[in-house]
């Protein structure tokens, strides 16, 4: 990549950090109202499962303030919101699934008034059985879609052949968004009978396409608008579309602005949350301890309808074999209706959920077999020419360099020994270390959804204006898509401004996911950029009485033809341009390829590269109080070439930290009646600045990088999330050096309440 001046401060500063430490940066309760503005809130069902025998609303109507309710049948269109399946309601009708379940909706002149019908509002509700648990669900053939098996080689056979033989459970928890910013979005009327909708989404065209279907009119008619977001993480990616679809809903009929804005306890409890997964493995090694074979059942609890669990849970069966090399492998997928809210993506959609599970049965295998679980681990890492089970063959493969450079940099002999010493003169405090390697696919899975665009213009004043389908949601997209369109066109960052993210200047985007918005966008705006670059550098021959093959270059805003520097500057060359009509504006368009899969034989290519790496994690153990401290996480990561090495290691710290609260601390629980028990900030604990480890090393792998990343610059927003996985297994070999008989089984998150009761605990 080319060098240039950005103007902010050098190329690796996040462009929207000064707004955020200062307060200015804008969110959708930010953006000033409109007079006439009006409120709504959703009033949610109390019951996780029933039919509505009666609702009574008419005492709420009568508080002052109240303009409207909204319930189903005051929908113009379809009374659905579901992006894969269409199984959801917008509103309850008839029927409620969970707790949470949006069943009216109350507008109203203040929040005040809206909060005060809420409370006057009476529903009844005859109970029907309620299912929390995914296997149960299972039981009563309670499925979201249809089941998914991907198979390679024979297990069957293989298992015959196979000198060990370990079976076992493993299980891992929800995990709730905690984006800063809540769920919300603001609506209000436009002419012709249209919509301008603000709305903190990671997906623009599904909520566009959502309010357009509720509403029945054409998505030309719903304009959505998108600054950033106070976090996503996934949660954002579809269920964005329920607050939309209110606030657009009550704006299209009151022809008002409307604000729809839960407060933290409603979004908690309307949201769902990663999908908890329940799930049985089988493994077998040869005498060697070579993996041969490897069969797991994934049980995901979906919640009550589909959201995107089944691409989640096709996920999960990309990477359940994670960064091993298993001839013979057979893994079945169901996603299981519950009677919770709809669960979704969450940071590495599906792929860590994958990951636990052989992780959990390499760990077991070790245990039984007494060594090191990293001794199986390494032993079966993959290498370039491995086959995944979905066909694709492993290429570029960075997987053994970066655990080796683990090993070799932090001195993992000489870790294991300190850890060893320290458990045998302390007997209250023990320390545990594991390993953990991540190999992520990089692509949608869905390969359709590999497309982006961009819009480029510049102003005849030599100004640039940038949009593309990318939402800056904290992960610095903003900021490398600046980058791009500084470094294509040779001009400063100065002048240059990233736009809002908007459906109508860039349509039918994909999702801001799948870690691959910069991937796709960037090329998109690489594609636009580069179109307006060959018109200006044929202005600039033209002007400098040059050859038709002369080469151009622009950089740092001067004009070299032929390596020659020119007295042709940035301003005169684009008024120049304008002077002879020719277009200043360009789209750009970009297609992932290569990629390809076929569901119906469960194979193909579907990504366009993987991203490597490893964690080291050493913990201590209060074998007293149960509660731990993770000691420190030392990683190597595959980067390819970066980009911005400060966004890339903040995503990767953050993913770390957040991957670390999943496996400890943060416990999403429900009751048995479907309530949300853990609903609230002082109930659900996630990580603070105390949790982050002592040490945190990435050290970056220094990779070429695929052509598909841009610049070679691998995607990271997901991948370093699983590196947190690692905690478990340490904290886990903390307590058994305290108690060998511990009974501690691979169910995560592994909380100090859990800690503290195995410590204690005896196998019989
Ligand atoms: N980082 C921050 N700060 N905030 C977020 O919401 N979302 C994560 C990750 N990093 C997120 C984040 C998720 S779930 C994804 S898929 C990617 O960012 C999306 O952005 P990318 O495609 O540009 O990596
Ligand atoms: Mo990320 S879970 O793909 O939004």
């Known amino acids: 990549m080319i060098e240039t001046k950005t103007g902010i401060a050098g190329k690796d500063i996040n462009i929207d950090a000064a707004g955020h430490v200062t307060g200015r940066s804008i969110y959708v309760d930010d953006i000033p109202v409109m007079e006439g503005t009006l409120f709504a809130k959703i009033f949610d069902s109390p019951h996780a499962h029933g039919i509505i025998k009666h609702i009574d609303y008419s005492k709420a109507e009568t508080v002052e303030g109240v303009v409207s309710i909204f319930s189903a049948t005051d929908i113009p269109g379809r009374n659905e919101i579901g992006g894969i399946i269409a199984d959801e309601p917008l509103f309850a009708n008839g029927k409620v699934q969970f707790q949470g379940q949006p069943v009216l909706l109350i507008v109203a002149e203040t929040e005040d008034a809206a909060e005060e019908a809420f409370k006057e509002i009476k529903i ?210 169901h996603s299981c209706k519950t009677n919770l809210p709809p669960n979704t993506a969450f940071r590495g959609f599906g792929g860590p959920q994958g990951m636990f599970v052989i992780e959990a049965a390499i760990d077991h295998a070790a245990k039984e077999l007494g060594v090191d679980a990293n001794y199986i681990q390494r032993k079966n890492m993959m290498d370039n020419g491995t086959e995944f089970p979905y066909g694709q063959i492993v290429a570029g493969c960075e997987a053994k360099p970066c655990w080796e450079e683990v090993v070799k940099r932090y001195n993992i002999e000489s870790i294991k020994k300190e850890i060893d010493d320290f458990n045998k003169q302390n007997d209250f405090v023990k320390k545990g270390f594991s390993m953990m390697p991540v190999c992520f696919g990089i692509s949608f899975t869905n390969t359709m959804m590999n497309q982006a665009r961009a819009l480029v213009h510049i102003y005849w004043d030599g100004s640039v204006s940038v949009s593309t389908g990318a939402v800056e949601m904290g992960q610095g997209v903003n900021t490398k898509m600046l980058q791009v369109a500084a470094n294509c066109l040779g001009i400063s960052a100065a002048r240059i401004k990233i736009e809002t993210t908007n459906t109508t200047r860039v ?197 070429d990088g695929p052509e598909a990343a841009l610049f070679k610059s691998k995607a990271v927003g997901e991948p370093p999330l699983m590196y947190g996985i690692g905690a478990f297994f340490a904290i886990r070999n903390a307590v058994l050096s305290f108690n060998p008989n511990a009974i501690l089984p691979y169910v995560s998150p592994i909380t100090p309440e859990k800690v503290l009761m195995a410590l204690y605990s005896k196998k019989l």
Request: net charge negative; hydrophobic share 35%.
């Open 507 to 703: 349509a039918n985007t994909s999702p801001s996911a799948a870690s691959s918005t910069t991937d796709l966008n960037g090329k998109a705006l690489l594609n636009a950029c580069e179109q307006i670059l060959e018109r200006l550098k044929k202005v600039a021959r033209n002007i400098c009485n040059e050859e038709e093959t002369a080469a151009v270059i622009i950089k740092d805003e001067i004009v070299f033809i032929n390596g020659v520097q020119k007295e042709l500057s940035w301003n005169e060359l684009i008024k120049q341009t304008f002077f002879r009509r020719i277009n200043l504006s360009a789209k750009g368009h970009y297609a992932t390829p290569v990629i390809h899969f076929d569901k119906t034989i469960e194979k193909g290519h579907p990504f366009a590269y993987h991203v490597y790496g490893t964690a080291l994690t050493t913990v201590t153990v209060d074998c007293i109080r149960g509660i731990y401290e993770i000691d420190a996480v030392h990683v190597v990561h595959d980067f390819g070439t970066s980009m911005n090495r400060n966004i890339d290691l903040g995503q990767c710290e953050g993913g770390i930290v957040q991957g670390i609260g999943w496996m400890t601390m943060e416990e999403i629980v429900y009751n048995e009646d479907g309530r949300l028990l853990s609903n609230a900030l002082s109930t659900y604990k996630i990580p603070d600045i105390y949790s982050v480890p002592a040490e945190l090393n990435v050290h970056f792998l220094h990779s």
């Open 124 to 333: 009844e509700i005859d109970p029907l059985p309620i299912i929390t648990d995914p296997r149960e669900a299972f039981k009563q053939g309670q499925l979201l879609c249809r089941s998914r098996t991907f198979n390679k080689g024979d297990t069957k056979e293989a298992f015959q052949n196979c000198k060990y033989v370990f079976e076992g459970a493993a299980e891992t928890g929800g995990q709730e968004h905690l984006y800063l910013e809540t769920q919300g979005a603001y609506a209000y009327p436009m002419e012709s009978d249209s919509l301008k909708i603000y709305s903190s989404t990671q997906g623009l065209r599904h909520v566009q396409e959502t309010v357009a279907h509720v509403l029945n009119v054409g998505m030309n008619k719903i304009e959505v608008d998108t600054t950033r977001l106070g976090g996503g993480f996934g949660g954002k990616e579809d269920q964005a579309a329920v607050w939309a679809c209110m606030a657009g809903l009550a704006a299209w009929v009151l022809k008002k602005p409307v604000k729809c804005i839960p407060h933290r306890m409603e979004d908690m409890r309307m949201t769902g949350k990663r999908n908890p997964y329940k799930s049985n493995y089988k493994i077998g090694l040869d005498a060697e301890y070579r993996i041969i074979a490897y069969e797991t059942t994934f049980y995901q609890n979906g919640g009550a309808s589909a959201d995107l669990s089944p691409a989640i849970l096709e996920r999960t069966l990309f990477h359940g074999t994670n960064s091993y090399d298993i001839p013979h492998v057979n893994m079945i997928a």
